[in-house]
């Protein structure tokens, strides 16, 4: 007997590592090749930098857009409308007034 108190000769903690690593050396053959995390991981980053640059450009083209200078039909077209809804919110409250007399 060991000092221990198992017995000597056997090692059963040696064993199972042993066991277990030749276990991960075949699951390791038989697994699809992964790309390397470091890669998936710069893949990502270029991914939400391409993303960002998108979003970016898009918010440029609308300020741009929002400063850029209106064409005069534009313009015309706006009055005639405005003019339009004006005078339907007007007959509208007249027609409320002549209801409530």
Do not use: W
């Not at 270029?46 to 929002?66: F, G, H, N, P």
């Amino acid at each position: 007997m060991s000092p221990s108190g198992g017995e000597t000769g056997t090692d059963t903690t040696n064993s199972r590592s042993v066991g277990s690593v030749v276990g991960m050396k075949e699951k390791l053959k038989t697994a699809p090749h992964r790309t390397p995390l470091f890669q998936q991981m710069a893949l990502k980053d270029a991914e939400v930098l391409k993303e960002t640059l998108e979003q970016k450009k898009k918010r440029l083209e609308e300020i741009r857009a929002l400063h850029k200078p209106l064409e005069k039909q534009e313009l015309m077209e706006h009055a005639l409308n405005y003019e339009k809804v004006r005078a339907e919110k007007l007959l509208a409250v007249k027609e409320k007034r002549r209801a409530v007399v």
